[in-house]
């Protein structure tokens, strides 16, 4: 996924659950910092959160990054009580590129149409 797809998967799974930013953030930030003396430190969660808050609008925020936040999301308890899943594509080398672009055109037209017609 790329980097804007991933800052809207992100939005669209934080509003789904109902979580806000700062809520997101302190999840992040305990997650990230679990071995830290100080993850409950309140200046060090709202230095985090401003962090974040450019991080999911940027365009050059690394992939890899919001890929750790989403499977850090992922592994909530929040997330799993609704029984959501994080789609995840697995080349295998089977299919050429024609082949992979219409797949993920049709992928993201099912999103769209199952996003405006779901409160997800």
């Not at 679990?34 to 609008?57: A, P, R, T, W």
């Not at 082949?99 to 992928?107: E, P, Q, R, V, W």
Request: hydrophobic content about 30%; glycine content about 4%; proline content about 4%.
């Amino acid at each position: 996924m790329t980097t804007e797809e991933l800052q809207g998967e992100i939005n669209r799974i934080c509003s789904f659950l109902g979580w806000k930013l700062p809520k997101l953030a302190e999840i992040l930030y305990v997650e990230i910092n679990d071995d830290e003396v100080n993850y409950d430190d309140e200046s060090c969660i709202n230095k985090f959160y401003e962090k974040l808050k450019g991080q999911l609008k940027r365009r050059s925020t690394p992939s890899d990054l919001l890929e750790n936040y989403l499977r850090i999301i992922s592994m909530h308890p929040e997330f799993k009580k609704h029984n959501l899943v994080l789609p995840v594509f697995m080349p295998q080398g089977n299919l050429s590129k024609n082949m992979l672009d219409g797949m993920k055109s049709i992928s993201k037209e099912i999103t769209r149409h199952v996003e405006s017609s779901s409160d997800y």
